[in-house]
């Protein structure tokens, strides 16, 4: 880690005008609860509801994606990543310093959010709030490892991004069983499901895998992810122009 | 004292080859890399500071070879083309975050160094999305130098400079190059390259076309034959008399007009108003075909 590298990547992250989504969409999430407090009179399965539904299936996803591409791709895109790389340091370091402010950014504007919706949402939050905290906590670090990864890869990292989050997790997932089952959504879930044990079962906060799956997987996944983003960068190819 | 060696370097990109079997030695002083845009002076300055992967051969910095080894950092400092920076932090902050980036004993004191070189201390407070062109050009420099580093790669760094700051940096080129530096700039402007760099290497559609001091590179392009296309009265009986006379060594009707190729610029001007006399033909237009910098380039591959 590197602390200049950190400073100029948060500097980044949330000096630019992107960074107003960062709070534009946790704060559509919290005025959903509020909404949805007011009408159920803070029935838990109504919890359950918008913050799987909004809180997990969109939200989160979401805002990683910005977070992950922000901290790293558009450096990348406008090619002033090239003030980082040609430094004495190893790339490694780099990636990783990006990697843990992505990481805080994601458990604040991505995690955070689904906890305080539980709370303004469900009259009797504490269990579940726990359960969709850890939830959150565990697939915002998973899916902001792979779309760092992401933009290190790929410049079309938002698009591949948001096809990924939306279409494959979200949408297919609803139709195919088999895609449920390689899902970040769906391994965090397990967590939930392990503190809640047979409320959730009630409550329909039922994964499409096992915990130990569930958790081997997502850490599978982010290691994979960040090993990836380190070799990638290490040798990025930069030119401009001809 | 670094000295930076190429050796048969190509690179290519799927079937586009942006550089071609490229050999040079570039050691301390100035140098100029010369070619039109797109003859691949980017890819060769990228492969030179560790951007990019020569696919055939190998670019070594005093020996050590620069693709994945970030510690040739230590010695180079880089202007990039590209424009953008940290746009939402001022002057200062950014150099100095590339003297922290750059393990420099004090970096305040370098950094401040730095920037008095670029004559930016006194905006340095700006951000720098409020900076000109030419503002963020200094910059960069200052960036560049902030690990006072033995070599120095500028890519077109004159690009979107006026004149005052075109002198500034050109001063400040000498001097870094006076100091035994190695310092190589790309441009596609001659009279930008012949009037600071001691060596020129030419480079044209990849390859590397020419090298030498200005007067050489001069040289050879001012010998190159020169071409004029002619309209006349009569185009037949005028080619007939400058074959005649000499002074043009090749002759071309069949594009509808008189091309004509001239080794010497000085007597064919001189001939050609007299032939025409002489010969009774009216000349209608004389015009010179092909004087773009590419052109004689491409006449310098060629040979």
Same mark, same amino acid.
């Given at each position: 880690?590197?602390?200049?590298?950190?400073? %100029?990547?948060?500097?980044?992250?949330?000096?630019?005008?992107?960074?107003? &989504?960062?709070?534009? &969409?946790?704060?559509?999430?919290?005025?959903?609860?509020?909404?949805?407090?007011?009408?159920?009179?803070?029935?838990?399965?109504?919890?359950?509801?918008?913050?799987?539904?909004?809180?997990?299936?969109?939200?989160?996803?979401?805002?990683?994606? &910005?977070?992950?591409?922000?901290?790293?791709?558009?450096?990348?895109?406008?090619?002033?990543?090239?003030?980082?790389?040609? !430094?004495?340091?190893?790339?490694?370091?780099?990636?990783?310093? !990006?990697?843990?402010?992505?990481?805080?950014?994601? %458990?604040?504007?991505?995690?955070?959010?689904?906890?305080?919706?539980?709370?303004?949402?469900?009259?009797?939050?504490?269990?579940?709030?726990?359960?969709?905290?850890?939830?959150?906590?565990?697939?915002?670090?998973?899916?902001?490892?792979?779309?760092?990864? %992401?933009?290190?890869?790929?410049?079309?990292?938002?698009?591949?991004? &948001?096809?990924?989050?939306?279409?494959?997790?979200?949408?297919?997932?609803?139709?195919?069983?088999?895609? !449920?089952?390689?899902?970040?959504?769906?391994?965090?879930?397990?967590?939930?499901?392990?503190?809640?044990?047979?409320?959730?079962?009630?409550?329909?906060?039922?994964?499409?895998?096992?915990?130990?799956?569930?958790?081997?997987?997502?850490?599978?996944?982010?290691?994979?992810?960040?090993?990836?983003?380190?070799?990638?960068?290490?040798?990025?190819?930069?030119?401009?122009?001809? | 004292? $670094?000295?930076? *060696?190429?050796?048969?370097?190509?690179?290519?990109?799927?079937?586009?080859?942006?550089?071609? @079997?490229?050999?040079?030695? /570039?050691?301390?002083? /100035?140098?100029g890399l010369l070619?039109?845009?797109?003859?691949?002076?980017?890819?060769?300055?990228?492969?030179?500071?560790?951007?990019?992967?020569?696919?055939?051969?190998?670019?070594?910095?005093?020996?050590?070879?620069?693709?994945?080894?970030?510690?040739?950092?230590?010695?180079?400092?880089?202007?990039?083309?590209?424009?953008?920076?940290? @746009?939402?932090?001022?002057?200062?902050?950014?150099?100095?975050?590339?003297?922290?980036?750059?393990?420099?004993?004090?970096?305040?004191?370098?950094?401040?160094?730095?920037?008095?070189? *670029?004559?930016?201390?006194?905006?340095?407070?700006?951000?720098? $999305?409020?900076?000109?062109?030419?503002?963020?050009?200094?910059?960069?420099?200052?960036?560049?130098?902030?690990?006072?580093? $033995?070599?120095?790669?500028?890519?077109e760094p004159f690009?979107?400079? @006026?004149?005052?700051?075109?002198?500034?940096?050109?001063?400040?080129?000498?001097?870094?190059?006076?100091?035994?530096?190695?310092?190589?700039f790309s441009s596609h402007i001659?009279?930008e390259v012949?009037?600071?760099?001691?060596?020129?290497?030419?480079? +044209?559609?990849?390859?590397?076309?020419?090298?030498?001091?200005?007067?050489? /590179?001069?040289?050879?392009?001012?010998?190159?034959?020169?071409?004029?296309?002619?309209?006349?009265?009569?185009?037949?009986?005028?080619?007939?008399?400058?074959?005649?006379?000499?002074?043009?060594?090749? +002759?071309?009707?069949?594009?509808?007009?008189?091309? *004509?190729?001239?080794?010497?610029?000085?007597?064919? *001007?001189?001939?050609?108003?007299?032939?025409?006399?002489?010969?009774? +033909?009216?000349?209608?237009?004389?015009?010179?075909?092909?004087?773009?910098?590419?052109?004689?380039?491409?006449?310098?591959?060629?040979?």
């Amino acid at each position: 880690m590197n602390a200049v590298v950190v400073q %100029l990547t948060r500097r980044g992250l949330l000096g630019r005008k992107r960074a107003v &989504l960062l709070v534009l &969409l946790p704060l559509a999430l919290l005025l959903l609860a509020t909404l949805v407090r007011w009408a159920s009179g803070g029935a838990a399965d109504a919890a359950v509801n918008l913050v799987d539904g909004f809180g997990l299936g969109t939200l989160l996803p979401l805002t990683c994606l &910005l977070i992950g591409t922000g901290v790293i791709g558009t450096e990348i895109d406008d090619g002033s990543i090239v003030y980082l790389l040609a !430094k004495p340091m190893p790339r490694r370091t780099i990636l990783l310093s !990006k990697l843990a402010v992505a990481w805080a950014a994601a %458990l604040v504007f991505a995690a955070l959010p689904v906890v305080l919706a539980v709370i303004i949402t469900a009259a009797d939050p504490g269990e579940l709030a726990l359960a969709y905290g850890t939830t959150a906590a565990l697939a915002a670090l998973a899916y902001t490892a792979v779309f760092v990864a %992401l933009s290190v890869v790929s410049r079309n990292a938002v698009i591949i991004g &948001l096809l990924y989050a939306l279409l494959w997790e979200t949408i297919l997932g609803g139709f195919v069983p088999g895609i !449920k089952n390689a899902s970040i959504r769906q391994w965090a879930l397990t967590a939930a499901e392990a503190v809640l044990g047979e409320r959730g079962e009630n409550l329909g906060v039922v994964s499409a895998v096992s915990l130990p799956a569930g958790l081997g997987l997502l850490a599978a996944v982010t290691v994979l992810a960040v090993v990836l983003a380190i070799r990638r960068l290490q040798t990025l190819p930069l030119t401009s122009g001809d | 004292m $670094s000295t930076l *060696v190429l050796d048969r370097v190509s690179r290519w990109y799927g079937n586009v080859v942006a550089a071609n @079997d490229v050999s040079m030695t /570039i050691g301390p002083g /100035i140098t100029g890399l010369l070619g039109p845009n797109g003859a691949g002076k980017s890819t060769l300055i990228a492969m030179m500071s560790g951007f990019l992967a020569p696919s055939a051969g190998s670019v070594t910095l005093d020996g050590k070879p620069v693709w994945r080894h970030p510690e040739i950092y230590r010695s180079i400092g880089l202007v990039p083309e590209t424009e953008a920076m940290y @746009d939402m932090v001022t002057g200062w902050q950014f150099v100095l975050a590339n003297a922290r980036l750059h393990k420099v004993p004090e970096p305040e004191a370098a950094a401040r160094l730095a920037l008095d070189l *670029v004559e930016m201390w006194d905006a340095k407070d700006r951000d720098i $999305s409020t900076y000109s062109k030419g503002m963020k050009q200094r910059v960069k420099m200052a960036t560049a130098l902030v690990h006072d580093p $033995s070599v120095l790669l500028l890519d077109e760094p004159f690009n979107g400079m @006026d004149p005052r700051q075109r002198l500034h940096l050109m001063d400040l080129l000498r001097r870094l190059g006076d100091q035994g530096r190695t310092v190589l700039f790309s441009s596609h402007i001659l009279e930008e390259v012949e009037e600071i760099a001691g060596t020129i290497e030419v480079l +044209v559609a990849g390859r590397h076309a020419a090298s030498g001091d200005f007067r050489r /590179i001069r040289r050879l392009m001012t010998e190159r034959p020169h071409q004029y296309t002619i309209r006349s009265a009569d185009d037949r009986r005028l080619a007939a008399a400058l074959v005649a006379d000499g002074c043009a060594t090749a +002759v071309d009707l069949s594009a509808g007009n008189l091309a *004509v190729q001239a080794p010497d610029f000085g007597r064919f *001007v001189h001939a050609l108003p007299r032939l025409a006399r002489s010969s009774g +033909v009216r000349l209608l237009e004389v015009s010179p075909a092909d004087e773009s910098l590419e052109s004689v380039f491409a006449y310098l591959v060629a040979r």
